[in-house]
């Protein structure tokens, strides 16, 4: 997966299309309730402290924690990393969906995304999921959802990932979703003492779209 850091108001131009006016004033309400978006093999909600103990377990394994920041190593960590996200996301700043599976009422992963400028208009986002649901089709919908979202509520244009050059998983994930390769960011990722050079990979909001229209929507 993608390495993702565990541990403003938004400003609307005054010659904004009707849609993107719309889309933007829907994005003020998830600050102060991230809505749930359903897929048809899962559900994207905001965290609990009820998913600390299977976050836990999912994302300190050695297959998913070799690429990512470094997790919290107790429930205790990941219940005040959840708080966190919560006060992140009421502040404007920050969004973090718990992929919880059908079927399922724990999150067994997550995909956050982080403002880069005050606009909220450039983003980064990350992703991790627990092995056991690596190749299940979990991610893939999860992520568009995700980048729907993003665009279509929140009001992005420009979505930013960065994933080792190592991590083949990862960037063949972001290759699928459409993602473009717009560099090598060298020596950028400390992990266990070692930097390792990570690829930056983008999505702009008007090129999804017209993927989109293309193709048509994958995720009902």
Not at 3 to 11: F, S
Not at 195 to 217: F, H, I, K, N
Request: with cysteine; glycine share 10%; charged share 20%.
């Amino acid at each position: 997966m993608a390495n993702t850091p565990l541990g403003n108001e938004m400003v609307m131009p005054a010659t904004a299309p009707k849609n993107e006016a719309r889309a933007r004033n829907v994005g003020r309400d998830w600050r102060v309730c991230l809505p749930s978006v359903r897929g048809a093999v899962v559900t994207l909600r905001e965290l609990r402290s009820t998913d600390a103990r299977s976050l836990l377990a999912m994302l300190s394994t050695d297959e998913v924690a070799r690429f990512i920041s470094s997790p919290p190593t107790t429930v205790a960590g990941f219940e005040r990393f959840i708080a966190w996200t919560q006060r992140e996301r009421a502040a404007g700043r920050y969004v973090c969906f718990g992929i919880v599976p059908k079927g399922m009422d724990v999150a067994v992963g997550l995909i956050q995304v982080r403002q880069l400028d005050p606009q909220f208009a450039t983003a980064e986002w990350g992703f991790a999921l627990g092995f056991s649901f690596w190749g299940s089709g979990i991610f893939h919908e999860a992520a568009q959802l995700v980048i729907e979202f993003t665009f279509d509520v929140v009001g992005v244009h420009r979505l930013e990932a960065r994933a080792a050059v190592k991590n083949g998983r990862g960037n063949g994930a972001l290759r699928k979703l459409g993602a473009t390769q717009e560099g090598i960011l060298r020596r950028s990722l400390l992990r266990n003492g070692e930097y390792l050079d990570q690829v930056l990979w983008t999505v702009l909001a008007s090129e999804w779209r017209t993927l989109q229209l293309a193709c048509g929507p994958s995720v009902h």
